[in-house]
């Protein structure tokens, strides 16, 4: 399937979606949007697909924001079905079955950040430049950031990144985890998919029950949802995989 604002490869199991709007930065606008959500759409019931790897084309920039163009005349109405698209697009891809990472390549920020906010794991290039500017624009996040950024670093860092919309570099927001690691640019791909080639070795049903329970560890029944899920588990063909190849001393062949 061809998309106007995204490329998409598949490679033994891995799917790598990049955002291809290089003239504005890889700047999100309605058609990035619906180009995520369709390909999320099929990417989560793939059985050729079991991780996913979200970048930006070029070297500059991973999503440099919202496109401001677009949205500047909204309404108050709009722009509240603005936000709900955001959040409807960037929940799919915090709740795919398969881990998803993000490669920040360059900046990341307002949507761009909220972007790889919603993605599972980060790494990012060491000249990834990260932030909140909106309230620059006398707005706030508007896809997520207020809620996500808080549970990854804490409110009192999420507030001074908010308040202040100061960018970060690669190595501060390594520091205060809101990315994994930090790699050269050259680098950042590569990393970014031996890391995406161990998860494929690994349970798909395991895994998508982890994103599901790790999801829900900030709410009321967090506890139970791991409980009912690991009991879930040992009825799935994976559990008799990987039990009958540690007891037969070889390498689980999971589907």
């Given at each position: 399937m061809n998309y106007e604002s995204i490329k998409l490869t598949i490679?033994?199991?891995?799917?790598?979606?990049?955002?291809?709007?290089?003239?504005?930065?890889?700047?999100?606008?309605?058609?990035v949007f619906n180009d995520l959500e369709n390909v999320f759409d099929i990417l989560n019931s793939d059985k050729n697909v079991n991780c996913v790897i979200v970048?930006?084309?070029?070297?500059?920039?991973?999503?440099?924001?919202?496109?401001?163009?677009?949205?500047?005349a909204f309404s108050a109405e709009k722009a509240k079905e603005l936000s709900k698209r955001g959040h409807l697009v960037f929940n799919k891809i915090e709740n795919c079955s398969k881990p998803v990472i993000a490669a920040i390549n360059g900046f990341a920020l307002g949507g761009g950040l909220e972007l790889a906010m919603a993605c599972h794991i980060r790494y990012a290039s060491e000249n990834a430049k990260l932030g909140l500017p909106e309230v620059t624009l006398g707005l706030i996040p508007g896809y997520g950031g207020t809620q996500r950024l808080?549970?990854?670093?804490?409110?009192?860092?999420?507030?001074?990144?908010?308040?202040?919309?100061?960018?970060?570099?690669?190595?501060?927001?390594?520091?205060?985890?809101?990315?994994?690691?930090?790699?050269?640019?050259?680098?950042?791909?590569?990393?970014t998919e031996e890391l995406a080639q161990q998860i494929v070795k690994n349970s798909p049903q395991g895994i998508a029950k982890a994103i599901k329970v790790v999801n829900a560890s900030d709410k009321e029944n967090g506890m139970e949802s791991e409980i009912d899920s690991f009991g879930e588990l040992f009825a799935e063909g994976d559990f008799k995989e990987g039990v009958a190849a540690f007891l037969e001393k070889r390498k689980p062949a999971f589907n």
């Open positions: 490679d033994r199991k891995i799917a790598v979606v990049t955002i291809n709007r290089p003239e504005s930065l890889n700047a999100l606008n309605a058609q970048t930006g084309s070029g070297e500059k920039s991973f999503v440099a924001g919202a496109d401001i163009k677009e949205f500047s808080p549970k990854l670093v804490g409110k009192g860092l999420a507030n001074e990144m908010i308040f202040s919309a100061k960018m970060i570099s690669a190595e501060k927001a390594k520091s205060i985890g809101l990315v994994n690691e930090v790699f050269s640019l050259d680098e950042l791909l590569s990393k």
